[in-house]
């Protein structure tokens, strides 16, 4: 069975520039998650999606972040423009429900510079 | 709100010790807890996973136990090699689905 596919692993921008990130979830796993996570610093939430709906938002930074799910499988995260602060690991994570746990992808390291 | 905390963030061993990984979290409402392994500059491989009714999972060298109405979890590594040399996640799930992680724990485990 593959796991969460992420791509790419790397991007490196200049500050303003758009960023898209993409994500390939377990097949069968209705819920997908997009965490960031920081230098020494644990992952977060940054948006959850159930099927094709984003159920918990409330993390993403709407003014610049956005995310798709179309058709209930993979998912994009786009950053649009890229701050110097975006820098970090943002991960992908698929679940078939609480009770199974979560797993996750490889995570695209963005730096922005 | 929930907060995971591990302490220390840093732990350095010399190879063939067993050791003890920490994780607390301030609401016991939980319904499972999540152990995690990061190399560097990689993704999040799962470990153990206990179901907020269990008190203990084993995988090998690794046993996780929780004590969810004391809030506390731990992660035992027996005759640690250098090839545990990671940084281990600890996260717990709630009500809302949403993971909730620790900062981690970085170990070296020295030849």
């Known amino acids: 069975e593959a796991g969460v596919v992420q791509s790419p692993r790397y991007k490196i921008i200049e500050k303003k520039q758009p960023v898209a990130f993409w994500c390939n979830p377990i097949s069968g796993h209705n819920t997908l998650y997009w965490y960031r996570q920081n230098l020494g610093q644990g992952p977060e939430l940054l948006i959850r999606y159930e099927n094709e709906e984003a159920v918990d938002d409330s993390q993403l930074p709407k003014d610049r972040f956005s995310a798709e799910r179309l058709k209930g499988v993979d998912s994009t995260l786009k950053i649009q423009p890229a701050e110097l602060g975006d820098s970090a690991v943002y991960l992908c994570a698929s679940s078939q429900g609480t009770f199974y746990g979560y797993t996750f992808g490889s995570g695209t390291r963005l730096t922005v510079v | 709100k929930q907060e995971v905390t591990q302490i220390p963030a840093a732990l350095s061993v010399p190879e063939g010790e067993n050791l003890v990984l920490n994780c607390s979290f301030t609401d016991s409402a939980i319904y499972n807890l999540q152990w995690f392994r990061q190399d560097p500059g990689k993704g999040l491989t799962s470990l153990l996973l206990?179901?907020?009714?269990?008190r203990e999972q084993t995988s090998g060298r690794l046993n996780a136990s929780l004590d969810k109405s004391s809030g506390r979890s731990t992660l035992y590594i027996a005759a640690s090699q250098p090839g545990d040399s990671a940084t281990y996640l600890c996260?717990?799930?709630?009500?809302?689905?949403?993971?909730?992680f620790g900062k981690g724990i970085t170990l070296s485990v020295r030849p």
């Open positions: 206990i179901q907020s009714s269990q």
């Open positions: 996260a717990v799930s709630g009500a809302n689905s949403k993971l909730t």
